[in-house]
């Protein structure tokens, strides 16, 4: 390390330790239905952190209640500027009575010999956003001289719509980035590859009727088990086409929720009118969602025609809901580059590349902001949204120093 030995011994683990914990006990799960359910609170908390270890500390609202941080730690002209992101709000905690910790308790307790931080969004993502806060932080404190900048952006809305990091590339944040590095759970693995994530709504429309005469009526239902037969075929010739990706595995369509009445309550005796189904595609490099928008939409108008008349007539329409592209970022990229060393010289070995299994913010980092972008961060990559989350935190202060070390490898 050399040089950079000083850095790391000024990032101060213990004080992150207790930081990632504040932010696990602030709750910021964001709910429509119960007003002030948002990540506000925790949005305050942080930003009067970074004010007060002087970063210069931007509030840009995104809609009522929600607010992204963007933050920078400016070094001197001429260098680079690499972004580091980890979102704010968590997603529910579920049933609580499931839960063996308190869920915003940020309970450390020893299992198997090592240190484990329990609670939602320990893991996904909030020990990462408290890692790279610390990275820069460490690096502000050891007073050394980089060039370039550091950009902190902490967004609202990932485990939504993403309506943050679209809104910080719509205000221009990102214009003058080089390369990013989201940071999310995935065990230090270097991920050069996302999936990409489309998803639809398709409503079927039927006639009500009595259960017991539904010649008199249409039943919606047919129509969701031809289009999900149908769908099957189109999973299975695109897994066929493209076979098993070596870090993403194979593109999916699943269908996930299936509302019938799409209104109103269900009864055993009634045919009900219309039924509703959501889809989430799930795309690996060599798909093109505008293609797979067309034969979603190709499905519907054949079965509409196939089955034009009758009691189990089709007739359905399809509403796009969201477009996350899939991303990939070369291995031999400076900011992969930079990432890879700091892991070795951390980790006293070899660095594993990988994929991210889902869609984060880096898809549209890299898709709408063209920034290159990779994906690594402390946590096991099974854990997030279960119940007890988790992050072991020998696991965080590792991911921490591989933060700081690839700051300032990409920025030299």
């Known amino acids: 390390m050399g040089k950079y030995d000083k850095v790391l011994e000024t990032l101060d683990t213990e004080k992150m330790i207790r930081f990632v ?35 210069e500390v931007h509030l840009d609202e995104v809609v009522p ?41 940020a309970e450390i307790v020893e299992r198997d010999g090592k240190q484990i931080l329990y609670g939602r969004g320990s893991n996904d993502t909030k020990g990462n956003m408290g890692a790279a806060i610390f990275a820069a932080k460490a690096i502000k404190d ?23 990091i679209k809104h910080f590339l719509k205000n221009g944040w990102g214009k003058n980035v080089d390369a990013a590095i989201v940071c999310e759970p995935e065990e230090k693995h270097l991920c050069v590859f996302q999936k ?17 005469m539904p010649l008199s009526g249409n039943d919606p239902n047919w129509g969701v088990a031809r289009f999900i037969t149908e769908l099957k075929q189109l999973e299975n010739f695109e897994k066929d086409r493209l076979g098993h990706h070596e870090f993403l595995g ?40 505008a293609a797979i928008a067309r034969q979603i939409r190709g499905i519907v108008t054949r079965l509409s025609r196939q089955f034009s008349e009758g009691d189990d007539k089709f007739h359905a329409t399809v509403e796009q809901l969201d477009d996350r592209p899939w991303t990939e970022i070369p291995t031999d990229h ?14 006293g070995r070899e660095e594993i590349y ?23 961060g402390a946590g096991d990559r099974q ?7 988790w992050l072991e935190i020998d696991d965080l202060v590792e991911a921490a120093k591989i933060f700081t070390l690839a700051i300032l490898y990409f920025c030299e």
Request: charged share 20%.
């Open 250 to 289: 194979w593109p999916s369509f699943t269908p996930t929720v299936i509302r019938s009445p799409a209104i109103g309550v269900g009864q055993l005796n009634v045919v009900p009118a219309t039924a509703t189904l959501t889809l989430d595609i799930r795309t690996v490099p060599g798909q093109d969602h």
């Open 383 to 389: 854990v997030p949204h279960h119940v007890d989350e």
């Open 196 to 212: 990409g994530a489309l998803r639809f709504l398709v409503t079927f429309h039927g006639v009500q009727c009595h259960g017991a």
């Open 21 to 55: 914990q504040d932010l696990v006990r602030t709750d910021s799960v964001y709910d429509p239905e119960t007003e002030g359910a948002n990540e506000t609170r925790l949005t305050e908390f942080i930003a009067d952190f970074l004010r007060k270890e002087n970063f």
């Open 334 to 347: 400076p900011v992969v580059q930079a990432a890879a060393r700091a892991y070795r010289e951390v980790m």
């Open 142 to 164: 050891s007073g050394i001289p980089f060039k370039g900048n550091i950009l902190l952006c902490i967004p609202v809305d990932e485990e939504g719509l993403m309506i943050g």
């Open 354 to 376: 990988d994929g991210v299994p889902g869609a984060t913010d880096g898809t549209f980092i890299q898709a709408w902001g063209n920034i290159p972008v990779l994906v690594t």
């Open 65 to 105: 209640g929600r607010t992204n941080i963007v933050a920078f730690l400016r070094g001197e002209p001429g260098g680079k500027t690499i972004l580091l992101e980890g979102h704010q709000d968590v997603v529910s905690v579920g049933n609580r009575e499931e839960w063996l910790h308190d869920p915003f308790g």
